[in-house]
């Protein structure tokens, strides 16, 4: 029982303000070198958003090309319709997958809010290894470089996905983008060994695992697969580089190779990756719904156990990739047996954050328009993954726009909602500014309005036969690409309203209180902005993250 | 020097034994992600020689085991001597053990050494027979088929390893230049700990590698 | 919803094969599947988001409920057992595409970048057009000559994937005569959304072994050249109107003296052109990296005079 409003037992959200860490040391030696994980986490967000933004225009250069075919029925040229030669409409696309695979969605949830987060959720000053958490960031940096030069100098035609042996022996700079990604694996894999040492370390007293907020429970999963399958893909791309510079051999047929030896190493990280992508913003998803319901999450050990099931089971599912790939189909049934396993706990959070909002109080803010789009958008791309892993119907809708668009379904329509969820979330907190409530909801609208337009049709082409990574496409596709261009129009838009009033808020939003939003974990018991070591004294923890009090109470009492 | 200089816990730390359980779990954690990147090669090592067996068994056999021997017991002489490091650091009172912690780390630098050396000669060797990997094969003495896939695993593992041998080198060598400065006495020796640990996995991996490429 | 026909559904092509009715099926299932939870989320979610609106500032939730033994075995073993249904369901029709049937009639399949070559039991070579008996089951037996393609018919629901350095298959059956689209989906380059092929579904009978190949008589050499130089995917490469491509230009080509990478010249004449077509990297032309691949076994002689004449007619 508690009279304060967070888990904490004294509340500073509400002291006089102190300086922040964001005016604490000034300068750009200051930010360079720091090794605060707040500073670092906005770094980590600018970076990401930035690589957001290339990865989104790469995007827009290919819904252009596919606006029209470029041949009409009789196979006269169509005017306008070819924009680019098939070359670099294949980097364009290859482009778009690497810098949204490798900059934007693997790191950015933990980076650019984790490590602003993490720490002060658990009552800790930092993350355990402060210095390692800026080398990430450095690395993180290397490596984007190294992929800009790649796409600048020979550029890179093969999919983010590498396949052998078009890429042993393709011309362009693949060797350089393979050793980026190899770079930025690095980077993953610290973050990681960071955040697990802290949730077991640096927990504030009192804060047991069952008192920790479902979002730590989500980066520490996703913490775990970091950690063990990024080794994997370093090992990958170090392979087929090694094919490429000395023709070892292991992947070309031609040299006594296997090239579905190169997709089983490829998926086994890979598959594992995209729950790196997604957990995080489940993560975020338990944070909304709870503060913007005032509630009690629904089922807290079932959404924390099925985040690590997730990690474990991911590990197991790599060759529903390959049903068509030439593996055995024993193989194949194995690992569609542990596909449908591994949706088990997804709809189990789903239910859990439907079932959270029932008799609470509920508010639209926007982060918690992001929350409810994420609802309606990650069911549907988890729903239609139940498609794609029976065998029978994956045969037909394999390397087909279907696959194309669940995929943006989970990643786009869960990750990156679930990301400017928790942006729009913790921007007080990371900032001490308000931004326009009225632009950010039109924004939220926007961004889903479009994200349906552009990929809904994408499900149709795809299960009538419209295979993916076409520069050009038969006439009886032209409709839905038609509707899928317009849609980005409208994704654009929303997204440049989206820079221009977060950048306005840096200057003039309104300061933000201590705790906007009336939320319960740790990270509103202190000033908007923290002070540089996020707390004076460790609080300690006397109740759970979401002991939100019942109506009538006054903040007294809890069920 | 026969003194210590006392380490300042960091700020983000309640006291000492946080920090030094927090740098155990660390290693650890980088240690599995070492396996990891290990046991692609493993697997690759695993499918290339269930597809080529009698190649295998013709290309294997060109390896010098006595030379590969010599170097495991190098090795494992070398996790000896960094494990007397650690305990050493452990039981420095004042600094009375500076000098033989750094000397035991300066010893096991020395087997490292030593251990690269042998491999030098097999290396060359190798290249002088045009035992090479993929398109730069080109010897002769093997009758079957793609043999240039056995050494392309073989480089890559070795060569692989190697590299964490000399990453390992530096790391000691830090290590062994403070110890001399007296930053290493029994409250705080987290540096030899954690170095110690790394240097113990690559042991270890070799000792995996050796009966896999050499025996059989 | 998609039902059983030939002229295809919302979501899916012509059911123009023997199993795409159990593919659409099961697709059907699932889709249903799709539709009602998603109806129950997202209704549920607005219902709730509506009846629970917070009015004011100072307004709570009206219960607690931190857990429901009942409701969340439900709702995990509920779905669990739905979705052991569907992988049942979709590991049998896999099993059915995966065995072809007996007695198949079997065609060889050529995937290189970017086009598509069939031979059939008669020994006819035919590129871009694969023809095949209705219904008969027909057994693809697949390589690739340089990288990953796959062999894809929406209106048959098959597809896999040609592996270098291994033979792949897959079958179907034909229901009834009709054309019906070829896709490549595994990228493969550059060409990839032109590696396009027709399946040509006729009426045969049993002791069908292939169609007839070879000029046609009322069609002149160089129509047939012409036709040939799209169907084995020279136009990929080789342009006709004097750009340069992967390959040189077939305009003016014929009588030229060309320079060679390996240094010297060499007329473009006959010869040239048949050697260029069997053996490509023979006499590489300067400028041009190589990398064309043989033609030998797939095009004959009548094809070379064809192409020739063709050539000849590019001035």
């Given at each position: 029982?508690?009279?304060?409003?967070?888990?904490a037992t004294?509340?500073?959200?509400?002291?006089?303000?102190?300086?922040?860490?964001?005016?604490a040391k000034?300068?750009?030696?200051?930010?360079?070198?720091?090794?605060?994980?707040?500073?670092?986490?906005?770094?980590?967000l600018?970076?990401?958003?930035?690589?957001?933004?290339?990865?989104?225009?790469f995007?827009s250069?290919?819904?252009?090309?596919?606006?029209?075919?470029?041949?009409?029925?009789?196979?006269?040229?169509?005017?306008?319709?070819?924009?680019f030669?098939?070359d670099?409409?294949?980097?364009?696309?290859?482009?778009?997958?690497?810098?949204m695979?490798?900059?934007v969605i693997?790191?950015?949830?933990?980076?650019?809010?984790?490590?602003?987060?993490?720490?002060?959720?658990l009552?800790?000053?930092?993350?355990?290894f402060?210095?390692?958490?800026?080398?990430?960031?450095?690395?993180?940096i290397?490596g984007?470089?190294?992929?800009?030069?790649?796409?600048?100098a020979?550029g890179?035609?093969?999919?983010?996905?590498?396949?052998?042996?078009?890429?042993?022996?393709?011309?362009?700079s693949?060797v350089?983008?393979?050793m980026?990604?190899?770079?930025?694996g690095f980077?993953?894999?610290?973050?990681?060994m960071?955040?697990?040492?802290t949730?077991?370390?640096?927990?504030?007293?009192?804060?047991?695992w069952?008192?920790?907020p479902?979002?730590?429970?989500?980066?520490?999963?996703?913490?775990?697969?970091?950690?063990?399958?990024?080794?994997v893909?370093?090992?990958?791309?170090?392979?087929?580089?090694?094919?490429?510079?000395?023709?070892v051999?292991?992947?070309d047929p031609?040299?006594g190779?296997?090239?579905?030896?190169?997709?089983h190493f490829?998926?086994f990280?890979?598959?594992?990756?995209?729950?790196?992508?997604?957990?995080?913003?489940?993560?975020?998803?338990?944070?909304?719904?709870?503060?913007?319901?005032?509630?009690?999450?629904?089922g807290?050990?079932?959404?924390?156990?099925s985040?690590l099931?997730?990690?474990?089971?991911?590990?197991?599912?790599w060759?529903?990739h390959?049903?068509?790939?030439?593996?055995?189909?024993?193989?194949?049934v194995?690992?569609?047996?542990?596909?449908?396993?591994?949706?088990?706990?997804?709809a189990i959070?789903?239910?859990?954050w439907t079932?959270?909002?029932y008799?609470g109080?509920?508010?639209?803010?926007?982060?918690?328009?992001?929350?409810?789009?994420?609802?309606?958008?990650?069911?549907?791309?988890?729903?239609?993954?139940?498609?794609?892993?029976?065998?029978?119907?994956?045969?037909?809708?394999?390397?087909?726009?279907?696959?194309?668009?669940?995929?943006?379904y989970?990643?786009?329509?869960g990750?990156?909602?679930?990301?400017?969820?928790g942006?729009?979330?913790w921007?007080?907190?990371?900032?001490?500014r308000?931004?326009?409530?009225?632009?950010?909801?039109?924004?939220a609208?926007?961004?889903?309005?479009?994200?349906?337009?552009?990929?809904?049709?994408q499900?149709?082409?795809?299960?009538?036969?419209?295979?993916r990574?076409?520069?050009?496409y038969?006439?009886?596709?032209?409709?839905?690409?038609?509707?899928s261009?317009?849609?980005v129009?409208?994704?654009?838009?929303?997204i440049?309203?989206?820079?221009?009033?977060?950048?306005?808020?840096l200057?003039?939003?309104?300061?933000?209180?201590?705790?906007?939003?009336?939320?319960?974990?740790?990270?509103?018991?202190?000033?908007?902005?923290?002070?540089?070591?996020?707390?004076?004294?460790?609080?300690?923890?006397?109740?759970?993250?979401?002991?939100?009090?019942?109506?009538?109470?006054?903040?007294?009492?809890?069920? | 020097?026969?003194?210590?200089?006392?380490?300042?816990?960091?700020?983000?730390?309640?006291?000492?034994?946080?920090e030094?359980?927090?740098?155990k779990?660390?290693?650890?954690?980088?240690?599995?992600?070492?396996?990891?990147?290990?046991?692609?090669?493993?697997?690759?090592?695993t499918v290339?020689?269930?597809?080529?067996?009698?190649?295998?068994?013709?290309?294997?056999a060109t390896?010098?085991t006595?030379?590969?021997?010599?170097?495991?017991?190098?090795?494992?002489?070398?996790s000896?001597?960094v494990?007397?490091?650690?305990?050493?650091?452990?039981?420095?009172?004042?600094?009375?053990k500076?000098?033989?912690?750094?000397?035991?780390?300066?010893?096991?630098?020395?087997?490292?050494?030593?251990?690269l050396v042998?491999?030098?000669?097999?290396?060359?060797?190798?290249?002088h027979?045009?035992?090479?990997?993929?398109?730069?094969?080109a010897?002769?003495?093997i009758a079957?088929?793609?043999?240039?896939?056995?050494f392309?695993v073989y480089?890559?593992?070795?060569?692989?390893?190697?590299?964490?041998?000399v990453?390992g080198?530096?790391?000691l060598?830090?290590?062994?230049?403070?110890?001399?400065?007296?930053?290493?006495?029994?409250?705080?020796?987290?540096?030899?700990?954690?170095g110690?640990?790394?240097?113990?996995?690559v042991?270890?991996?070799?000792?995996?590698?050796?009966?896999?490429?050499y025996?059989? | 919803?998609?039902?059983?026909?030939?002229?295809?559904?919302?979501?899916?092509?012509?059911?123009?094969s023997?199993?795409?009715?159990?593919?659409?099926?099961?697709?059907?299932?699932?889709l249903?599947?799709?539709?009602?939870f998603?109806?129950?989320?997202?209704?549920?979610?607005?219902w709730?988001?509506?009846?629970?609106?917070?009015?004011?500032?100072?307004?709570?939730?009206t219960?607690?409920?931190?857990?429901?033994?009942?409701?969340?075995?439900?709702?995990?073993?509920?779905?669990?057992?739905?979705?052991?249904?569907?992988?049942?369901w979709?590991?049998?029709?896999?099993?059915?595409l995966?065995?072809?049937p007996?007695?198949?009639?079997?065609?060889?399949?050529?995937?290189?970048?970017?086009?598509?070559?069939?031979?059939h039991?008669?020994?006819?070579?035919?590129?871009?057009?694969?023809?095949?008996?209705?219904?008969?089951?027909?057994?693809?037996?697949?390589a690739?000559?340089?990288?990953?393609?796959?062999?894809?018919?929406?209106?048959?629901?098959?597809?896999?994937?040609?592996?270098?350095?291994?033979l792949?298959?897959?079958?179907f059956?034909?229901?009834?005569?009709?054309?019906?689209?070829?896709f490549c989906?595994?990228?493969?380059?550059?060409?990839?959304?032109?590696?396009l092929?027709?399946?040509?579904?006729?009426?045969?009978?049993?002791d069908?072994?292939?169609?007839q190949?070879?000029?046609?008589?009322?069609?002149?050499?160089e129509?047939?050249?012409?036709?040939l130089?799209?169907?084995?995917g020279?136009?990929?490469?080789h342009s006709?109107?004097?750009a340069?491509?992967?390959g040189?230009?077939?305009?003016?080509?014929?009588?030229?003296?060309?320079?060679?990478?390996?240094?010297?010249?060499?007329?473009?004449?006959?010869?040239?052109i048949?050697?260029?077509?069997?053996?490509?990297?023979?006499?590489?032309?300067?400028?041009?990296?190589?990398?064309m691949?043989?033609?030998?076994g797939?095009?004959?002689?009548?094809?070379?005079?064809?192409?020739i004449?063709?050539?000849?007619?590019?001035?």
């Amino acid at each position: 029982m508690s009279l304060t409003t967070t888990q904490a037992t004294v509340d500073h959200a509400n002291d006089p303000p102190e300086t922040n860490y964001l005016r604490a040391k000034s300068g750009l030696r200051s930010w360079l070198l720091t090794v605060d994980h707040k500073r670092i986490g906005v770094m980590y967000l600018f970076t990401v958003f930035a690589a957001f933004l290339l990865g989104g225009f790469f995007a827009s250069m290919v819904r252009w090309e596919l606006f029209s075919p470029n041949y009409d029925e009789l196979g006269v040229a169509i005017e306008g319709g070819k924009i680019f030669e098939g070359d670099t409409y294949n980097r364009l696309f290859t482009l778009h997958g690497l810098v949204m695979v490798f900059l934007v969605i693997i790191p950015g949830i933990p980076a650019a809010l984790g490590n602003f987060v993490l720490p002060l959720q658990l009552g800790a000053k930092d993350v355990a290894f402060p210095k390692l958490n800026l080398a990430s960031y450095y690395i993180y940096i290397v490596g984007t470089v190294m992929a800009l030069w790649a796409a600048i100098a020979g550029g890179v035609d093969t999919g983010w996905t590498f396949y052998t042996p078009y890429s042993s022996g393709v011309d362009g700079s693949v060797v350089m983008m393979v050793m980026a990604a190899f770079v930025l694996g690095f980077s993953s894999i610290f973050t990681g060994m960071n955040f697990i040492v802290t949730v077991h370390k640096m927990r504030a007293p009192g804060m047991t695992w069952e008192r920790m907020p479902l979002f730590i429970w989500a980066i520490y999963a996703t913490a775990i697969i970091q950690v063990m399958a990024t080794p994997v893909l370093a090992i990958t791309l170090l392979l087929l580089a090694m094919e490429r510079v000395l023709g070892v051999g292991i992947f070309d047929p031609a040299l006594g190779g296997d090239p579905v030896l190169f997709q089983h190493f490829f998926w086994f990280y890979s598959h594992p990756a995209v729950y790196i992508m997604i957990l995080p913003g489940m993560g975020v998803m338990s944070e909304l719904v709870t503060t913007f319901a005032r509630k009690q999450i629904f089922g807290y050990r079932a959404v924390a156990i099925s985040s690590l099931a997730i990690a474990v089971i991911s590990f197991l599912v790599w060759g529903h990739h390959m049903f068509v790939s030439g593996q055995s189909v024993y193989a194949g049934v194995i690992f569609s047996a542990l596909t449908f396993l591994v949706a088990v706990p997804s709809a189990i959070k789903v239910i859990n954050w439907t079932t959270t909002l029932y008799k609470g109080s509920i508010s639209l803010d926007t982060p918690m328009l992001y929350a409810l789009a994420f609802l309606v958008l990650f069911t549907i791309g988890g729903l239609t993954g139940l498609f794609l892993g029976a065998l029978g119907i994956d045969v037909h809708l394999h390397d087909t726009y279907f696959v194309v668009a669940h995929f943006h379904y989970v990643m786009m329509g869960g990750t990156i909602i679930a990301f400017f969820g928790g942006v729009h979330y913790w921007w007080p907190k990371m900032f001490g500014r308000m931004y326009s409530a009225f632009w950010s909801k039109v924004t939220a609208w926007l961004v889903f309005i479009g994200f349906n337009v552009t990929f809904f049709p994408q499900f149709i082409m795809g299960s009538r036969g419209m295979p993916r990574r076409y520069h050009d496409y038969l006439p009886e596709f032209a409709e839905f690409h038609r509707w899928s261009s317009y849609g980005v129009v409208i994704l654009g838009v929303g997204i440049l309203i989206m820079v221009v009033y977060l950048l306005h808020s840096l200057f003039k939003g309104a300061p933000a209180p201590g705790n906007p939003w009336g939320a319960r974990t740790l990270e509103w018991s202190v000033q908007s902005p923290p002070i540089e070591h996020n707390f004076h004294e460790i609080p300690t923890v006397v109740e759970g993250p979401y002991d939100y009090p019942l109506a009538g109470d006054g903040g007294a009492t809890k069920a | 020097m026969s003194t210590i200089v006392k380490h300042h816990v960091a700020h983000h730390f309640y006291d000492r034994h946080q920090e030094s359980a927090s740098a155990k779990m660390g290693i650890w954690l980088f240690l599995v992600t070492e396996v990891l990147l290990f046991s692609g090669l493993f697997v690759a090592y695993t499918v290339i020689k269930a597809l080529n067996p009698e190649m295998w068994k013709e290309a294997s056999a060109t390896l010098n085991t006595t030379l590969g021997a010599v170097n495991t017991v190098v090795l494992i002489a070398s996790s000896l001597t960094v494990a007397l490091a650690v305990r050493a650091a452990q039981t420095n009172q004042h600094g009375e053990k500076n000098k033989q912690i750094a000397g035991l780390l300066f010893v096991t630098i020395l087997f490292a050494g030593t251990f690269l050396v042998v491999k030098y000669f097999e290396y060359s060797h190798k290249f002088h027979e045009g035992m090479l990997p993929g398109t730069h094969y080109a010897f002769d003495g093997i009758a079957s088929n793609n043999a240039h896939l056995f050494f392309g695993v073989y480089f890559l593992m070795t060569g692989l390893h190697g590299i964490h041998v000399v990453l390992g080198m530096g790391l000691l060598t830090w290590v062994m230049i403070r110890s001399l400065k007296g930053h290493f006495y029994k409250d705080y020796y987290t540096p030899v700990e954690v170095g110690g640990l790394y240097w113990h996995l690559v042991d270890l991996i070799w000792i995996y590698l050796f009966p896999l490429l050499y025996l059989v | 919803m998609a039902s059983g026909n030939d002229t295809g559904s919302f979501w899916m092509p012509p059911q123009a094969s023997t199993v795409a009715a159990d593919v659409d099926g099961l697709y059907n299932f699932v889709l249903w599947l799709n539709i009602i939870f998603f109806v129950l989320i997202t209704a549920g979610t607005v219902w709730l988001v509506i009846r629970y609106r917070r009015r004011s500032n100072d307004q709570y939730a009206t219960a607690q409920i931190a857990h429901s033994t009942w409701f969340e075995a439900l709702w995990t073993f509920g779905p669990l057992a739905l979705l052991v249904i569907v992988f049942v369901w979709g590991t049998r029709v896999f099993m059915d595409l995966a065995v072809a049937p007996e007695g198949a009639y079997t065609v060889q399949v050529q995937a290189k970048k970017w086009s598509w070559t069939f031979t059939h039991p008669n020994g006819a070579v035919v590129p871009g057009e694969l023809e095949v008996p209705a219904g008969r089951p027909v057994r693809l037996v697949m390589a690739s000559q340089d990288v990953l393609h796959s062999f894809f018919v929406p209106d048959f629901r098959v597809k896999q994937d040609v592996v270098p350095g291994r033979l792949t298959s897959l079958w179907f059956e034909a229901k009834a005569p009709g054309e019906h689209q070829i896709f490549c989906t595994e990228y493969c380059g550059k060409d990839h959304s032109r590696m396009l092929a027709k399946v040509k579904v006729i009426a045969a009978d049993v002791d069908y072994r292939g169609p007839q190949t070879g000029k046609p008589a009322e069609v002149s050499l160089e129509d047939w050249g012409k036709q040939l130089y799209t169907k084995f995917g020279c136009n990929a490469c080789h342009s006709v109107d004097g750009a340069k491509g992967v390959g040189p230009s077939f305009k003016g080509l014929y009588g030229k003296q060309e320079s060679l990478a390996s240094g010297g010249t060499v007329l473009v004449d006959e010869n040239y052109i048949m050697e260029s077509i069997y053996d490509p990297n023979a006499k590489l032309v300067a400028g041009f990296a190589g990398g064309m691949p043989t033609f030998k076994g797939q095009i004959d002689s009548e094809g070379i005079q064809s192409i020739i004449a063709f050539i000849k007619t590019l001035k």
